[in-house]
């Protein structure tokens, strides 16, 4: 068997077996399935109790009628404000309200209540202005006085050029999951990338480094560690990915009116995936850099901030990429290999992106890791057995000329 | 056709010379050593042979070739900082090591367990490294270093940290290896511990070499014309003798330039001396190591 591909074998079993690895891998879809119970079952259990709340009033104009009992709220007309105190100091009722004479000129309504609060509640204020335009539209059908109480709700649809429905339709659901799947695609490429630069570490510190390369070459040694490591990561992307596909089903059902309809585009699946590979490859050669260079496991730890920080990028831009999609910073990060990834991720959540940026972004990824692999194995030799000592940067550029 | 030929090999760091200009061959089927104090340049030579890191110049053959992934399939190496992964079972260890130098998973399975038997390690095959004292650890590494039955065998310190029990049970292994033929190379900055084993040997110093050749040449080349003798009664005064020291129990004489052995010998049997003991004394490889060192300082 060739020795690339056991070492690929072994650096995947040892890592899927890894307690961490599969508890990460399950941890999301299960705390994302524990937040959808949640939402369907907490709701339910706070839901108040039905004492109905009384509210008086006092209609000075006289033409205020029409009665009103929503959401448990009852309201009490009384003919003075003298009464009705009485009642709200008797506790009768829990507060009242006046409808002055000059209200239909400037809308003013005066409440009185026994306990201070910031606000009326939004309940006891939805109540009364549905009694006051009840009685204002007094003679309309129902249908109409529906109406003017919820006047508008908008359904858009974003079209092609062609004139059809276009496959992306912006809104909510459009954000989220470009926002969630930047975070797991991130989490992903750093868990692997990050077992690489351990792995790295703990061989240079328990000496194994000098065993495996009595058998095998630096080349194969990088390249298995890379795949195996990488096929890991793969496998933890695809748990999730379709993990969330069976979420999202379950959060349309749950909260349908605030998501609309969540699904994963295909070609989101498939440039999603692509773009994991990619990125864990360009971060995991980076990585392999590093342990190479650095004496022990957690120093290259440190190290490796350099390399992760700018991954992280496309987070701090993504107002700028929701809203102006076209803008020349959003193109040099989707072509910026180190940041290509999330900007991609995020970009297409809204809109499709034109297949010649994706080709050129991908292109530049390749040619990227490719160079960096010839880089970093040429570090890789000269560095890897050289125990306690960490090269000057000087050293380093020399090891590149001399390689 | 030599096992290795090293032909003038340098390598620096930095201002330093780790190896200077070393040249030497291993014969096929022999044990050879490679000795020389602490930070001579034995691990760094060793290395290079392995291809683990690169000569400045020079050049290496193992096997008549330059190293390939194929000769390395050939070659056992154990590494002077030993280590194995930690959490890994004895056997799943030699198993994955073995099938990195191409043999198959049945095989090595099954190789193993004739070694670990032979070790007395068999009842631990399940266990992690990390539970097995320094010395077993030591003893599955080395296992792990012939498991795929290589030709030769470079084994860097191999005796270091064992206790007496371990250091014969590697001894004995190690001759074994030679009876099958196979060839060893062997490092050690304890000079001494390998005199019994070797064949030739390689003598380094500070990266140069200082002594190469057929041990028991290279012992005679150093005899100091003195002898080490055992008698019954006191020697008294002879002829030809400068000089008396007394290890427990014999005494070493010690010969003026015209006596020879055979000389003295006579001599002692005219004047009626019992002999128990004759022996030509030859210094050991400490001792040559110190003389030729002091030799290079004066």
Known sequence: MNKTFLLIKHEFLNTVRRKAFIILTLAFPLIALLGIVAGQVIPKMITPTTTIEKIGYIDKIGSFNQGIDENNIQLIPYSTEDDAKAALIKKDIKEYFVIGTEYISTGLIHSYTLTSEIAPSTTVQTVIRDFLLNNLLKGNTADVIQRAKSPLNIASTTLTTAGTPASRQGGFSALILPYIFSILLMIAIFTSSGYLLQGLGEEKENRVMEILLSSISPKQLLAGKVLGLGAAGLVQIIVWLISANFLMKIASATWGNVFGSLQVPPDFLILGIIYFILGYLLEAVLMAGVGSVSPTAREGQQMSAIFIIPVIIPIYFMGLIMEHPENIIVKLLTFIPITAPLTVIVRLGLSSIPLWELLVSIGILILSIWGLFVLTTKLFRTYLLMYGKRPDLKEIVRSFKEA | ?298
Request: a neutral charge.
């Open chain 2, 1 to 298: 056709m030599f096992s290795i030929e090293v032909n003038h090999i340098l390598k620096t760091y930095g201002s330093r010379a780790a190896v200077n200009d070393v040249s030497f061959n291993v014969n096929q089927g022999e044990i050879f050593g490679l000795i020389g104090p602490n930070g001579a340049g034995k691990t760094t030579t060793i290395r290079m042979m392995m291809d683990i890191i690169k000569p400045d110049s020079g050049d290496i053959k193992v096997m008549g070739e330059k190293l390939n992934e194929e000769s390395k399939n050939k070659i056992g190496y154990l590494p002077e900082e030993r280590g194995l992964y930690k959490k890994m079972s004895v056997m799943d260890s030699i198993i994955y090591f073995a099938s990195l130098k191409g043999v198959d998973n049945q095989l090595a399975r099954h190789r193993g367990e004739e070694l670990l038997k032979r070790a007395d390690l068999l009842p631990h095959q399940n266990k992690r490294i990390e539970e097995l004292s320094r010395g077993m650890g030591q003893i599955v590494q080395l296992i792990i270093t012939i498991i795929h039955e290589p030709d030769l065998i470079i084994l860097d310190e191999p005796f270091s940290g064992l206790d007496p029990v371990n250091t014969q049970l590697l001894k004995d292994m190690i001759r074994d290896l030679k009876k099958k033929g196979k060839t060893i190379i062997m490092s050690t900055h304890l000079m001494n511990d390998i005199e019994e084993l070797c064949d030739r040997l390689l003598m380094i110093n500070k990266g140069r070499v200082v002594l190469y050749g057929n041990l028991t040449e290279v012992k005679s080349n150093y005899r100091n014309n003195s002898v080490l003798v055992e008698t019954v009664g006191e020697l008294g005064i002879i002829e030809g003798v400068i000089g008396q020291n007394r290890h427990n129990g014999a005494v070493e004489l010690k010969l003026d330039a015209k006596t020879t052995p055979q000389m003295l010998l006579e001599r002692l049997v005219k004047k009626g001396i019992v002999v128990n003991r004759f022996e030509l004394s030859t210094p050991s490889l400490t001792e040559i190591f110190i003389k030729v060192v002091g030799d290079e300082h004066e």
